[in-house]
C-alpha cells in the first residue's frame, strides 16, 4: 500500500455524521458507487477506534480490501496496565496506518515531540506505517526526535498539517505546501508527504500536482462519502 503513488487517507476524527454503525455502512455503500480501484492510488479510511473492527469486516463483506484502515492515534505504552489506552500490538492486522502527533491532540492531549516519538516507536515495531503529522512550528525539533530514537525516517509517512488551515475551510497556497512539503522531505528523507488541511474536491488535484506532495490527509471533507470519492479520483486525472 505504501508503495503506491498518491495515498488519500481520511481521517474521520469525532465527527457524528460517522461514529455509528449504520452511519459507516452508508459510507461505505455510497463511497464505493463512485470509487474506482487504481494502482497508482492507495485510500486509507481511519475511524474512531470503536469503527475499527466492524469496518474491517465491512470492507471484506464488500470485496474493498483495497481501501486500508488506520487509527488516528496510539497509547505511547505498550500493552499492559494503562487504563482507557489503545497500543499498538491491540490493533495489530486491524490497522495498517497510525496518525500521529496531530496537531488537535498536540492542543487537547497534550502531546509533545518525545511522546509522538515514543508512539511512532510503538507503531513501527507493531508493524503498523506512521503517518506523523507536523506543523511548521515543530517540523526540526520533532523530527530531530525522530533521529535521536534511531527511527528510520524512510518508513514514515509525514503529514504537513499547517493548524490554521485544519477545519476552516482556509487551505494553504498550493506555493506554500509544496514548499514546505519539500522541507519536510529534505529533513526527513521520506518520499511520503501529505499535506492536510482544509483539502476539498475542487482543490485536491492541485496539492497533488506538486512534486514534494505524494498524497492528501481530509478531516471534514472525508466524511461526506460522494466529495471524498472526488478527491480520491482527482489523484487519477
Ligand atoms: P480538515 O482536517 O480537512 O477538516 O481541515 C484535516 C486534518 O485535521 O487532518
Known amino acids: 500500500m505504501v508503495d503506491k503513488e498518491f495515498l488519500i487517507v481520511a481521517n474521520w476524527k469525532a465527527y457524528d455524521k460517522v461514529a455509528r454503525q449504520e452511519q459507516t455502512s452508508a459510507w461505505l455503500e455510497r463511497f464505493l458507487v463512485q470509487f474506482s480501484q487504481s494502482p497508482k492510488v492507495g485510500v486509507v479510511i481511519c475511524p474512531p477506534y470503536h469503527l475499527l473492527l466492524f469496518l474491517r469486516w465491512l470492507l471484506e ?47 487537547e492531549a497534550g502531546e509533545t515531540d518525545e511522546r509522538v516519538t515514543a508512539k511512532v516507536k510503538n507503531a513501527l515495531g507493531a508493524g503498523i506505517i506512521p503517518i506523523v503529522c507536523l506543523d511548521e512550528a515543530y517540523i526540526s525539533s520533532q523530527i530531530e526526535d525522530l533521529k535521536k530514537a534511531g527511527l528510520s525516517l524512510a518508513e514514515m509517512v509525514f503529514a504537513y498539517e499547517p493548524v490554521a488551515a485544519i477545519g476552516t475551510g482556509k487551505p494553504e497556497t498550493v506555493e506554500s505546501a509544496q ?46 462519502p460522494a466529495e471524498f470519492a472526488r478527491i480520491v479520483a482527482s489523484a487519477n486525472l
Open 179 to 224: 514548499k514546505v512539503a519539500g522541507e519536510v522531505k529534505r529533513q526527513s528523507g521520506s518520499r511520503r508527504i501529505l499535506y492536510g488541511g482544509s483539502v476539498a474536491a475542487q482543490n485536491a488535484h492541485h496539492y497533488l500536482a506538486q512534486e514534494a506532495i505524494s498524497g492528501l490527509l481530509v478531516g471534514g471533507a472525508s466524511t461526506d
Open 61 to 107: 463483506k464488500n470485496s474493498a480490501s483495497a481501501i486500508s484502515l488506520g487509527v488516528q492515534d496510539l497509547s505511547q505504552f505498550s500493552a499492559g496496565a494503562h487504563t482507557g489506552e489503545v497500543s499498538a500490538e491491540m490493533v495489530q492486522g486491524l490497522a495498517e496506518f497510525a496518525i500521529l502527533g496531530h496537531s488537535e491532540r498536540r492542543r
